[in-house]
Nanobody, 116 residues
């Protein structure tokens, strides 16, 4: 059973940076597509960025040029580097994995608050 544990969230001022980490265990990490999503209360969970097993990336338009997703297969970890943060980036950020069979797993989420 795959387990995902996010870390790195917190309070940051507008214009600041944070790096989120998602450590995976119990599955074939290197063969899984990984992604970051975010959600605010009462709203749907939205895609932020994804990365394929081969390293191809995809970003939501609102974060393109500011956020970077990466993965370290040796450490079974995916990262989200967030720069030039804006108040509208405030959300709970969730890590997602999808194995080659299509099975998805979600982490528990980490809160990012962008405020002065």
């Amino acid at each position: 059973q795959v387990q995902l544990v996010e870390s790195g969230g917190g309070l940051v001022q507008p214009g600041g940076s944070l790096r989120l980490s998602c450590a995976a265990s119990g599955g074939l990490f290197s063969m899984s597509a990984m992604g970051w999503y975010r959600q605010n209360p009462g709203k749907q969970r939205d895609l932020v960025a994804t990365i394929t097993p081969g390293g191809s990336t995809n970003y939501a338009g609102s974060v393109k040029g500011r956020f970077t997703i990466s993965r370290d297969n040796a450490k079974n970890t995916v990262y989200l580097q967030m720069n030039s943060l804006k108040p509208e980036d405030t959300a709970v950020y969730y890590c997602n994995s999808r194995n080659p069979g299509g099975r998805e797993v979600w982490g528990q989420g980490t809160l990012v608050t962008v405020s002065s």
